[in-house]
């Protein structure tokens, strides 16, 4: 199970994940949120989870795919943007 934070570590390092069986509330909107942008595939049931994993490995094109859409919809120096926010507002 992967939360927020490690999901998108994983997509900036262009790891294709597999959410399983998320925590309700949070959790699931963070799996749905990677999921409906086809950065993740998600499922509670093992052998779905299975399978994709299969299909992660020996299939070039299906984890291209989830790997060209990490690198589509993740803002990858968010930290930096949040750095220079915070130390622009602190000097006002």
Same mark, same amino acid.
């Given at each position: 199970?992967?939360?927020?934070?490690?999901?998108?570590?994983?997509?900036? &390092?262009?790891?294709?994940?597999?959410?399983?069986?998320?925590?309700?509330? $949070?959790?699931?909107?963070?799996?749905?949120?990677?999921?409906?942008?086809?950065?993740?595939?998600?499922? &509670? %049931?093992?052998?779905?989870?299975?399978?994709?994993?299969? &299909? #992660? $490995?020996?299939?070039?094109? %299906?984890? $291209?795919? #989830?790997?060209?859409?990490?690198?589509?919809?993740?803002?990858?120096?968010?930290?930096? &943007?949040? %750095?220079?926010?915070?130390?622009?507002?602190?000097?006002?």
């Amino acid at each position: 199970m992967l939360g927020g934070l490690s999901s998108t570590e994983a997509a900036i &390092k262009n790891i294709p994940i597999i959410h399983t069986a998320p925590i309700p509330g $949070c959790e699931s909107k963070n799996a749905e949120f990677f999921k409906s942008r086809f950065m993740s595939f998600s499922s &509670k %049931y093992i052998i779905r989870q299975l399978k994709a994993a299969a &299909k #992660i $490995c020996s299939d070039d094109f %299906y984890r $291209c795919k #989830i790997i060209q859409a990490q690198k589509e919809n993740i803002v990858r120096d968010s930290c930096d &943007k949040i %750095y220079r926010l915070l130390t622009e507002l602190n000097g006002r």
